[in-house]
């Protein structure tokens, strides 16, 4: 199957993939030299297919083994155009920026779209099991939860598991065998209440209420606190919280106070003028550096 995807005007495929550590974690693959990014799609029969995508001129092409029926293609174009964010309107966001000298290049780049999970519940799961630990060890216990219960494509590979099949492992498992510790019975209840439709996270990329609302329904899940609440609103177009962690908080100390270290409120300051964009900004200024200068190849080192 070859598929040529449309996308938005000054779409950048590398930005986006590259935007954060998804392209690292399982099951994306990603080819720094060819340019594309391979992920594996979970299907409702409980198999899965492994699909390629890559930049064509200013589009993007996906690719897939054999030739899929009609539903199965259309599910694949779908999962496609979530994974790169194609869908999102950043106009909006673009015109605070293009009188704005410090931020403007943000849209003449054409940053500012994140890479996502070819599901909303793929997204949450990982930011759970990003919460207070290392990169490496998040990664370990990606790759151990895909390998526990993830759905298994025809070259062998495996699709994240599915709510039901998280579900399923149970609280021991997760903790004896992807060894997520204190996550192991949150990560267990948030499958259950998916899997029994309690929750639906998916409905979230449409949901018309306003971002405090859909923060406090996120803020009632197991796992989930304010980073990760905030984290997911910047994955559903609704970045209005910041999402500081240590890392950010260290990297704007470095940027603009000399390594001091400074409140909350401050760094909220800055981006007080971008209303529901400012997420997104602070995540564009504080990476820049991946994409520009001596500093881009080491700072994805860093995740590998």
Sequence with gaps: MRVRLDTPAGF????????????NLAPFRYDDRAGSLGL??????GGATSIELRPAGSDVLLLAAGRPPAALRRRLVRAARRVL???????????????????????EAGAGRLLRGPTLFEDLVKLVLTTNCSWALTRRMVERLIAEAGSIADDGSRAFPTPAALARLGARRLRQRVRAGYRAPLLAELARRVARGRVDP??????????????????ELPGVGPYVAENLLKLVGRPAGLALDSWLRAK?????HGGRRVADRTIARRYAQLGEWAGIAIWCEMT???FEGDEAGAARAALE
């Design 12 to 23: 950048s495929f590398r930005r986006t993939v590259l935007s954060h550590g998804w392209w």
């Design 40 to 45: 594996n799609v979970a299907l409702p029969d």
């Design 85 to 107: 964010n194609l869908d999102l309107d950043l106009e909006p966001f673009y015109a605070l920026l293009r009188d704005d000298g410090d931020l403007r290049w943000i849209a």
């Design 202 to 219: 998916e409905r979230w990329e449409d949901d018309p209420r306003d971002v405090a609302a859909l923060k406090r329904e996120m803020l």
């Design 252 to 256: 704007y100390a470095r940027l603009y």
């Design 288 to 290: 820049r550096d991946w």
